[in-house]
DNA sequence: CTTGACATTAACGTTACGTCATCGTCTATA
DNA sequence: TATAGACGATGACGTAACGTTAATGTCAAG
């Protein structure tokens, strides 16, 4: 029995467009073609396009379909496998995602808690003098000055958006501390910390550490960060640690 | 401050191609440009892009970013919300497929025995109390009721004898799929098979179509079909459309 | 003045097809 | 037998969000 393209297309619930493309790349090829360049297929063909929608369906692309159809049923284990892998990956990305949307909801509906509000206010006031005196015994005067000049370029509004923006990376993190300083969540949302510093200077991986200390060892920092979360501190010490050391040498 | 493309780049840790990209776009344009061509951001500029690529890191589209920044804060909510709702429908989809990339790892592995006591259990359980509030969500009360009736009215032995029997039906049909869900070896299995629906109620051709239907939509069913063999579903409802054209018309 | 870093635009490549547009072929019917 | 209409083919453009050359112009430093 032949099929020609429209009734394979429709047996198989696709469309005509696809197994023209297939043949193109040679994914699945008609088994004969007519003088009059008609393509006719054969039941091996339905049955190997079956099992390249199988697999389609489970968002494997095309070329990896071809490996897995070229060789044999050991590859399709292999590969089954460390697609499951990217798969949960994905959903655990999706998860944090969820959740970084949840707390910009939050944020939003200004249902900023108290705590955050306090945050809030001591960076933009004298804090930040204190702050700048601090950063200052750590890393010298040309890292300080740019500091206080970038963040004294800003206005009162833009000041607003970007300290709450911390808070919503720090929030972040609070949910994610179950799942450990070392943890790919955890990670990236310490490189997006770091992004976020880059609106008060340009932070090396030393100052990053020093942030770190920064946080644990200075009362007022402390204070904010312990009323957020009482050991968020010190988690952020450790997570920082491990983002450093996995950095790229450069 | 005035950013050259490359120094906004860096800051934000994107490639020169996307701020190009960017303003072609019209997402974001330069502050200024020089009259040699060069693009000039300023900080306002600066931190539209914070926001830009903070959406889009939670997978929003540039399209949507756009809609987002244009409009005023209330907007922003909404479309979060609207996301959410999907990023939990891709989780839902993605958990849906681990779940049949793992039976089809155990079917490659020739589990088919264990599987089907799964099968058996599964369906004799919990999952009895799930199928029925879809299948009344389907057809209706009255159904359901006849079903529960014909099914509690068993013992477990009965209950046991009647799954078993359902089992070797779908083994048959998997023998049997490679010869087309329209073979009469097929529809007389079908046949066979909406005999054997009688212990749980009396299906009319319109409940046969929906089964077929349940069997591929209901990631529980699904999974179990799967679990036998990967094409099960799908071949079980084309063979049931196939049965149920081809019934005299009363 | 040269060199090297950085700037520009243009254009193609990527994935898996959808969507015309143009044109040839087959089949049933007037 | 002429023709209409269904179906076949190829070609080419469009999609999303850039990456990647390529060719060329500009700027700051030595």
């Known amino acids: 029995m032949q099929y020609t393209v ?36 054969d039941k091996e063909a339905a049955l190997r396009l079956q099992q390249i929608l199988f697999y389609r369906e489970l968002d494997f692309t095309l070329d990896e379909i071809a490996q897995i159809l070229s060789r044999p049923e050991f590859d399709a284990l292999e590969a089954l496998g460390e697609h499951r892998v990217a798969l949960e990956a994905r959903i655990e990305r999706l998860k944090g995602l969820i959740h970084t949307v949840d707390s910009t909801i939050l944020y939003l509906k200004g249902k900023t808690t108290m705590s955050q509000k306090q945050l809030f206010e001591e960076f933009s006031a004298e804090k930040q003098k204190e702050y700048e005196a601090e950063a200052q015994r ?20 833009e000041k607003k958006r970007v300290l ?56 007022d920092f402390n204070a904010n960060f312990t009323r957020m979360h009482p050991d968020l501190a010190k988690f952020m010490k450790s997570a920082i640690e491990i983002y450093c050391q996995n950095l790229p040498v450069n």
Chains 1, 2 share one sequence.
């Open 6 to 41: 429209k009734q394979l297309a429709s047996l198989a619930g696709i469309s005509v467009r696809t197994l023209h493309y297939y043949d193109q790349i040679g994914l699945l090829k008609p088994a004969s073609v007519g003088e009059n360049g008609y393509r006719y297929y």
């Open 138 to 157: 750590r890393w010298g005067e040309k890292h300080v000055k740019e500091s206080q000049k970038r963040w004294g370029s800003y206005t009162a509004e």
């Open 164 to 219: 709450s923006e911390g808070n919503v990376i720090y929030q972040d993190i609070i949910a994610a501390m179950p799942l450990g300083p070392g943890s790919p969540q955890v990670q990236a949302m310490i490189a997006r910390w770091r992004q976020h510093l880059r609106y008060f200077y340009e932070p090396t991986p030393d100052m990053l550490r020093g942030l770190g200390d920064l946080y644990n060892d200075d009362p």
